[in-house]
């Protein structure tokens, strides 16, 4: 846009803002169509930023004026869309409006495309600033959010519902982050906020995404997460909306980690304060890879087990990699020796070490002894394979070409360098010592 095209635009704008200021007083008011007419040519030139200094705090409360709830209800809705736009745009607006509390009064039963923009205006006027410590401002935001989610948790949200429970959800949340040591005084919006959970899509859409980021600010209420009709439901459906993410996603997408990683730790936090059995035995199997998955390497299949264990490779799934481990763990009563046997020492290795939890030299043999003792066969400690598989998996040393074996050595070195640095071993790397005793050739190219 030109210098004379955002002069006239800012003309324009201005001569909009003194006719809807102007009707106002007016003793002949325009027509409704009229003002919506002015608010939607408005509308469109506020969307752009670098005329966000058009709106002041005067005009703001002139806009209030025709959003305010005995207006027509195309025209303050219009109205409404305009204030939002101009605190998205303006941070001087933001922390100087003070409009947010006669609003949240006025909107304590709206419908469902007023509460969307409503819950964005409330959202952004206490984003920044310390008005949210007011107790009057506090105590009328607190009865607007829990009217709003007792509203949603009577019926199944549709799709416009959604997106009004994620402005709610993020007026929370914003609440929530600015009274930390008051949070408690929320968890009676735990019970709202597991039902709708519970009746959204069976999937991390957004909606459920901005109500799991909720839940991770306020207590795990036992009675909600596990009810007594149903203990396992909503256990189950974190880790069905985990599963579907990480399918639907890969783990190699960079938007990952951040997407799945409050439903882990909201998923991390009731399991920590269940005392059920029934809890305990549903996580392990799980997480846990099951007995049948020993014919190959664990973490090779295409089972949840298997991705939440390939976590441990991808450099971009710190979060999610950490609060796996430790479900993981703790999902073996916190034993490092059930831990290794459960998951293999190649995966369990570095959660030990990283958590600074003791691994014993005899730590291998120990695990090799406790894998035997629970099972009819043999089973390979670091990897967690059967040996008999194992042994079916790979030719024989007679079979193997040289390229093979040369390969295989590669391997073993790179695995004993790695334990002998991490303290694991203190032998010295048997391949390194065959190559420097001359036992090893270089095949020629």
Not at 7 to 31: D, F, V, Y
Not at 411 to 431: A, D, H, T, W
């Amino acid at each position: 846009m030109s210098a004379l095209q955002q002069e006239a635009t800012r003309n324009r704008a201005n001569t909009l803002i003194e006719a809807l200021q102007g009707n106002l007083s007016s003793k002949s008011p325009l027509k409704q169509n009229d003002i919506l007419d002015l608010l939607g040519e408005l509308k469109v030139i506020g969307r752009d930023t670098q005329f966000a200094d058009i709106f002041s705090i005067e005009v703001l409360n002139s806009l209030a004026k025709y959003g305010s709830h005995d207006q027509n209800f195309d025209v303050r809705l219009e109205a409404l869309r305009i204030i939002a736009n101009a605190l998205l745009a303006s941070h001087p607006l933001r922390q100087a409006w003070d409009g947010v509390s006669a609003f949240a009064k006025q909107y304590m039963n709206p419908s469902v495309d007023e509460e969307f923009v409503i819950g964005r205006i409330l959202f952004l006027s206490t984003i920044e600033g310390s008005r949210i410590h007011i107790p009057s401002l506090r105590q009328t935001l607190k009865d607007y959010i829990t009217e709003s989610l007792q509203r949603h948790s009577r019926h199944q949200p549709n799709a416009r519902e959604q997106a009004a429970v994620v402005e709610t959800c993020k007026l929370l949340f914003n609440v929530l982050c600015k009274i930390p040591e008051s949070t408690t005084e929320y968890d009676y919006l735990v019970k709202y906020l597991v039902w709708i959970l519970r009746h959204l899509p069976r999937k991390l859409v957004q909606a459920a995404s901005s109500v799991i980021t909720c839940l991770l600010k306020l207590s795990v209420i036992d009675e909600v997460y596990f009810p007594q009709e149903e203990p396992l439901a909503v256990v189950a459906l974190l880790f069905e909306m985990i599963e579907t993410r990480m399918r639907n996603l890969g783990l190699d997408d960079p938007t990952l980690d951040d997407s799945i990683a409050p439903a882990l730790l909201v998923l991390h936090r009731a399991i920590a304060k269940s005392q059920l059995q029934s809890v305990k035995e549903y996580v392990r199997s799980k997480v846990l890879p099951p007995e049948s998955e020993r014919n190959k390497p664990l973490g090779v299949s295409s089972s949840f087990q298997s991705l939440l264990l390939q976590t441990a490779s991808k450099p971009g799934l710190q979060k999610t990699r950490e609060i796996s481990y430790q479900i993981m763990f703790e999902s073996c009563n916190e034993d490092a020796r059930e831990f290794i046997h459960s998951i293999g020492f190649g995966f369990a290795a570095g959660f030990l070490i990283n958590h600074k939890i003791e691994i014993p030299n005899e730590s291998l043999r120990e695990a090799d002894e406790y894998l035997n003792a629970q099972s009819s066969y043999s089973v390979n400690p670091v990897t967690g394979q059967r040996i008999d598989a194992e042994n079916a998996s790979y030719p024989s040393l007679a079979e193997m070409t040289d390229e093979e074996k040369e390969r295989e050595a590669e391997k073993l070195f790179v695995l004993f360098e790695r334990l002998r640095e991490n303290g694991v071993i203190s032998v010295q790397n048997p391949v390194r010592t065959a190559v420097e005793s001359g036992r090893f050739q270089q095949l020629p190219e």
